[in-house]
T-cell receptor, first 109, second 116 residues
Framework: GIQVEQSPPDLILQEGANSTLRCNFS?????LQWFHQNPWGQLINLFY???GTKQNGRLSATTVATERYSLLYISSSQTTDSGVYFC???????????FGKGTRLSVIA | GAGVSQSPSNKVTEKGKDVELRCDPI?????LYWYRQSLGQGLEFLIY????????KSGLPSDRFSAERTGGSVSTLTIQRTQQEDSAVYLC??????????????FGSGTRLTVV
């Protein structure tokens, strides 16, 4: 099946710093999503982005489908950005999302 | 409803007992997914429903696990004869009819299952 690799596995940032999280995938995808899992365990859908670039406030994401990777940018990080960021992909509309192992982000004041 | 609702939020059960976990998806979402997350781990796919049928149940770890969905809405995940290794957070998600092709998945808050 499709493989999803995320890097780095762990990241510690000073509040106000910027960061880039990466997701590599092993096959062509139909769907790619970025999720944030907060410290209480809730998974929040950040972006649906199988290709192109999207921005939402301090967060933006870019997927280069032909090169099989996606990047999540966090600018001016805040302590509330802490948690685990997951990338997930599927290869068709009739298959479930396959998740990477996540990047654990800690933003310290 | 406005979001995906899961119940109970927490469940502690004795080893060997059966448990039922419930998921109420977003109204109009025909696709429904169950995942499991062990402590500090990623999400492990269990089963996927399109309407009331399950085209992919490849992730169910053993025959002690089963799931059904009725009326194209509520789904129940049943674990029989629970074992300690079943302890995890069970997450449910739903998506638009095309399997998430437009808006993606929306997850519930999960059921934390502890088998003692």
């Amino acid at each position: 099946g499709i493989q999803v690799e995320q890097s780095p596995p762990d990241l510690i940032l000073q509040e106000g710093a910027n960061s880039t999280l990466r997701c590599n995938f092993s096959d062509s995808v139909n769907n790619l999503q970025w999720f944030h899992q907060n410290p209480w365990g809730q998974l929040i859908n950040l972006f649906y982005i199988p290709s192109g670039t999207k921005q939402n406030g301090r967060l933006s994401a870019t997927t280069v489908a032909t090169e099989r990777y996606s990047l999540l940018y966090i600018s001016s990080s805040q302590t509330t950005d802490s948690g685990v960021y997951f990338c997930a992909v599927d290869i068709s509309g009739n298959t479930p999302l396959v998740f990477g192992k996540g990047t654990r982000l800690s933003v310290i004041a | 409803g406005a979001g995906v609702s899961q119940s109970p939020s927490n469940k502690v059960t004795e080893k060997g007992k059966d448990v039922e976990l419930r998921c109420d998806p977003i109204s109009g979402h025909t696709a429904l997914y169950w995942y499991r997350q062990s402590l500090g781990q990623g999400l492990e796919f269990l089963i996927y429903f399109q309407g009331n049928s399950a085209p992919d149940k490849s992730g169910l770890p053993s025959d002690r696990f089963s799931a059904e969905r009725t009326g194209g809405s509520v789904s129940t995940l049943t674990i029989q004869r629970t074992q300690q290794e079943d302890s995890a957070v069970y997450l449910c998600a739903s998506s638009t009819p095309t399997g998430g092709a437009t808006y993606g998945y929306t997850f519930g808050s999960g059921t934390r299952l502890t088998v003692v």
